[in-house]
């Protein structure tokens, strides 16, 4: 018995060390634009029960009426959630879709997606606050804009390992796309006034998300052809 106490120990440590080891490589293989705004997101998460006034009235998204408004907030307001369950489903979102999205383009068309995604969610926001009124609502956070703009995007993507896995997350996503449209379908065709103000966030990030796409894909067809 004393014998085997010690070698269970070992074994224990010996496949948890092969486990983090595991994890530690395929953390590696996150690109590094997805791997550095996880890392943001994660930091800033503590701020919720540091001093949530100060989230919310200075990095939170407020209305443009409001006096609270400041002009980084479109871009703060990503990096902030509100509970565990909120960061971990934006982070796996925002991860799954920066992996393929990244490793096929460059950081610079990454970061332009992001850009037109945060852009277009703030539009649409501002727009139902505007229908809505902004008094009964409190300011937006959390980075599910831009996850719904890469899952956009991801549609676009002609990737050439056709695999199981691609044509699942393919189906998942556009399902995910189907039902922020369904969602929405009385502020695209009637008015705001029955829409919450995170699916506006979604659908502004999906559309963003679309135009970028079509923007990066005809510009590719374009050098495709002049090289020819």
Not at 96 to 114: A, P
């Amino acid at each position: 018995m004393r014998r085997f106490y010690p070698y269970f120990i070992h074994l224990n440590i010996y496949r948890m060390r092969g486990v983090i080891l595991a994890n530690f490589k395929l953390l590696k293989t996150i690109p590094p634009m997805t791997k550095y705004i996880s890392l943001i997101c994660l930091l800033a998460f503590p701020l919720e029960f540091i001093d949530i006034y100060f989230m919310e009235k200075h990095l939170s998204l407020h209305s443009l009426a409001s006096i609270d408004f400041s002009f980084w907030q479109p871009i703060t307001c990503a990096f902030l959630h509100v509970s565990p369950e909120h960061i971990s489903f934006n982070l796996a979102y925002f991860v799954l879709y920066g992996f393929f999205i990244e490793n096929e383009m460059s950081k610079k068309w990454f970061t332009f997606f992001m850009l037109m995604s945060i852009i277009f969610s703030f539009i649409l926001v501002q727009y139902t606050w505007s229908v809505n009124g902004y008094e009964s609502e409190r300011p937006l956070i959390g980075l599910s804009g831009v996850g719904y703009g890469l899952s956009a995007s991801f549609l676009f993507i002609r990737n050439r390992n056709k695999s199981l896995l691609y044509l699942i997350v393919q189906i998942i996503t556009f399902l995910g796309i189907a039902s922020v449209f369904w969602e929405c379908r009385y502020c695209l065709f009637s008015n705001c006034s029955s829409v919450d103000i995170s699916d506006a966030a979604h659908l502004g990030g999906i559309i963003g998300g679309t135009i970028a796409a079509i923007l990066y894909y005809n510009r590719f067809a374009q050098k495709k052809v002049a090289n020819l």
